[in-house]
C-alpha cells in the first residue's frame, strides 16, 4: 500500500499554486511554498484551514471557510494533474508488479483528484484498488483504509505494508497492525520521521524490492 501526496507525487508545487490563488481571490496574504508544504497531510479540509489560519489547529471563521473552499477546489482542479512521480517510483513501482504483488494506492487526496492525478502520471494501471480520503467514513490516521484493504485482498493485516512519508501514515500503518516503511522527503509537517516507529526507510521505492525479496 502506498502514499500519494509525498511519497509517490511531488504535489506541493500545485498544492501551494491553488492554495495562493485562493488567498488572493479571499484579499489575503499569500503563502510561502514551505509554510504550504508544512500543512499538506492531513486532507483537503485541515490544509485550508491551515492556510486561512496560518496555525495547525486554529479554527478559521466558519463563513471564511465557507468561501475559501470552493476556490481551493476550483483552482486546484486546474492544476492537480501537473504534479510529477519521484525519481524511483515508475521504476520501483514497476519492479513491484513485476512480482506479482497486489499494490494498492492509499490517500486522503479526495476521490476527484486522485483519479486524474494517477490517470495523468502514468501510475493508475499499477494499482489493484485506490482508496481515497473520502472513499470511507474516516481517512488516515485512521486504520479504517488499510483494514478495507486487506479485507478486499483477503490479506492478514500482519502480511500488508505501507509505505508512506509522514507521521499521519506511521500512526495508521501501527493501529492497523501492518508493517511500515517511510522515505526521507515528502511532507512530513516539518519534522523528520521518527525512525524508531518504522519498520524500515528506503531512499526511494527503488530500494522497496530488496525488502520483500
Known amino acids: 500500500m502506498f502514499d500519494l501526496d ?18 488572493a481571490d479571499l484579499g489575503m496574504q499569500t503563502l510561502p511554498i514551505a509554510q504550504v508544504e508544512s500543512y ?3 486532507g483537503a479540509t485541515s490544509l485550508i484551514k491551515r492556510c486561512l489560519t496560518g ?3 486554529v479554527e478559521p471563521q466558519a463563513e471564511l471557510f465557507a468561501q475559501a473552499e470552493p476556490l481551493f ?7 492537480v494533474t501537473k504534479s510529477q512521480p519521484y525519481d524511483g517510483v515508475v521504476d520501483g513501482l514497476q519492479a513491484i508488479w513485476n512480482k506479482g504483488l497486489k499494490l494498492a494506492c492509499v490517500t486522503n487526496k479526495p476521490e476527484e483528484f486522485t483519479f486524474p492525478l494517477l490517470k495523468k502520471s502514468g501510475l493508475a494501471d499499477f494499482f489493484d484498488m485506490v482508496v481515497c480520503g473520502d472513499t470511507l467514513h474516516k481517512k488516515k ?9 486487506c479485507a478486499k485482498f483477503a490479506v492478514p493485516e500482519y502480511e500488508a505494508m505501507l509505505v508512506g512519508d509522514s507521521a499521519t501514515d506511521i500512526a495508521a500503518a501501527q493501529a492497523a497492525g501492518c ?4 522515505v526521507p522527503y515528502g511532507y512530513n509537517q516539518g519534522r523528520p520521521i521518527d525512525l524508531s516507529q518504522v519498520d524500515a526507510t528506503i531512499n526511494d521505492l527503488t530500494e522497496l524490492i530488496e525488502l520483500l525479496d
Open 141 to 149: 490516521p485512521d486504520p479504517i483504509q488499510l483494514h478495507h484493504i
Open 40 to 42: 499538506i497531510g492531513e
Open 55 to 57: 496555525e495547525k489547529s
Open 179 to 182: 508493517f511500515v516503511v517511510t
Open 73 to 79: 477546489y476550483a483552482h486546484y482542479t486546474n492544476h
Open 6 to 23: 509525498g511519497t509517490l507525487l511531488h504535489t506541493a508545487p500545485e498544492i501551494a499554486t491553488a492554495v495562493n490563488l485562493m488567498l
